[in-house]
């Protein structure tokens, strides 16, 4: 089945960076686009970055455009995202996501919190 493992999230201070990283099975990784999402208690989940299935194309959300950086290694099924300048607005769960079929998989995210 398809599945999605996120690991990396953890506690940081404002101004410091977090790589996370997204583990896909299940599927043939390297003919999806994967996204990363990110959502804060009782708000909806926000896109945050796109990368395409050979890793040539990747888009940001403005807000983290310039800090965060998308990446994927189809070797390993294995996308991440590299954070950098992180700010307390940045806290949320991060999750990584693919439609596959036409249907949308999720994993069951990563705490990131940001906090002095």
């Known amino acids: 089945q398809v599945q999605f493992v996120e690991s990396g999230g953890g506690l940081v201070q404002p101004g410091g960076s977090l790589r996370l990283s997204c583990v896909a099975s299940?599927?043939?990784?390297?003919?999806?686009?994967i996204n990363w999402y990110r959502q804060a208690p009782e708000k909806s989940r926000e896109l945050v970055s796109v990368?395409?299935?050979?890793?040539?194309?990747?888009t940001y959300e403005d807000s983290v455009k310039g800090r965060f950086t998308i990446s994927r290694d189809n070797t390993k099924n294995t996308v991440y995202l590299k954070m950098n300048s992180l700010s307390r607005e940045d806290t949320d769960v991060y999750y990584c996501?693919?439609?596959?079929?036409?249907?949308?998989?999720w994993g069951q995210g990563a705490q990131v919190t940001v906090s002095s």
């Open positions: 996501s693919g439609r596959v079929l036409r249907e949308d998989f």
């Open positions: 299940g599927f043939p990784f390297s003919a999806y686009s």
């Open positions: 990368i395409s299935a050979n890793g040539g194309t990747a």
